[in-house]
T-cell receptor, first 111, second 111 residues
Framework: DVKVTQSSRYLVKRTGEKVFLECVQDMDHENMFWYRQDPGLGLRLIYFSYDVKMKEKGDIPEGYSVSREKKERFSLILESASTNQTSMYLC??????????FGPGTRLTVT | QKEVEQNSGPLSVPEGAIASLNCTYSDRGSQSFFWYRQYSGKSPELIMFIYSNGDKEDGRFTAQLNKASQYVSLLIRDSQPSDSATYLCAVNRGSNYKLTFGKGTLLTVNP
């Protein structure tokens, strides 16, 4: 079974803080993704990575950056957290048939 | 803008009935089609995927694809209260890594 883990299930941060969300997968998948999910807006792609040190912007990259130094680990960084970044953040990996497997998610609240 | 459309629901069916969930997509280049189940507060879980026109069965689930009509559906036979969740449809163009998700249909199975 594919296993995708995320560093925290719940996180509360203050406005202006730098926030790190980590994702680790154990399936040696090359492609990894970060989404946010908000009521009424669905899943929106923030960034994805198709190889170590390689990244591409998704649909809503503003205010975020990513890092992929090792194949199994993909980090999402909020440089200066704002209240409109309060959301559920979901990491995913992609299998050989383009199917994506999601981690458990991190519910981030920025106050 | 490539879109995936789903009826938001809620779709309510009695226990034991067949639940039919529908999805249309706008990109004729779409090649892979995925169904996910998402319980409230949890991350999406892959149910099944389909590539070819016709039906694909997996246990109580059947995916149906009609590329000419740009339509994919998910049938759940013998619906159980534990099937109550939001069902997300996603499509992939095949030539890139991204999935385009619909906003989901909320299914409620009444005992």
């Amino acid at each position: 079974d594919v296993k995708v883990t995320q560093s925290s299930r719940y996180l509360v941060k203050r406005t202006g803080e730098k926030v790190f969300l980590e994702c680790v997968q154990d399936m040696d998948h090359e492609n990894m993704f970060w989404y946010r999910q908000d009521p009424g807006l669905g899943l929106r792609l923030i960034y994805f990575s198709y190889d170590v040190k390689m990244k591409e912007k998704g649909d809503i990259p503003e205010g975020y950056s990513v890092s992929r130094e090792k194949k199994e680990r993909f980090s999402l960084i909020l440089e200066s957290a704002s209240t409109n970044q309060t959301s559920m953040y979901l990491c995913a990996t992609m299998g050989r048939s383009y199917e994506q497997y999601f981690g458990p998610g991190t519910r981030l609240t920025v106050t | 803008q490539k879109e995936v459309e789903q009826n938001s629901g809620p779709l309510s069916v009695p226990e034991g009935a067949i639940a039919s969930l529908n999805c249309t997509y706008s990109d004729r280049g779409s090649q892979s089609f995925f169904w996910y189940r998402q319980y409230s507060g949890k991350s999406p879980e892959l149910i099944m995927f389909i590539y070819s026109n016709g039906d694909k069965e997996d246990g109580r689930f059947t995916a149906q694809l009609n590329k000419a009509s740009q339509y994919v559906s998910l049938l759940i036979r013998d619906s159980q209260p534990s099937d109550s969740a939001t069902y997300l449809c996603a499509v992939n163009r095949g030539s890139n890594y991204k999935l385009t998700f619909g906003k989901g249909t909320l299914l409620t199975v009444n005992p």
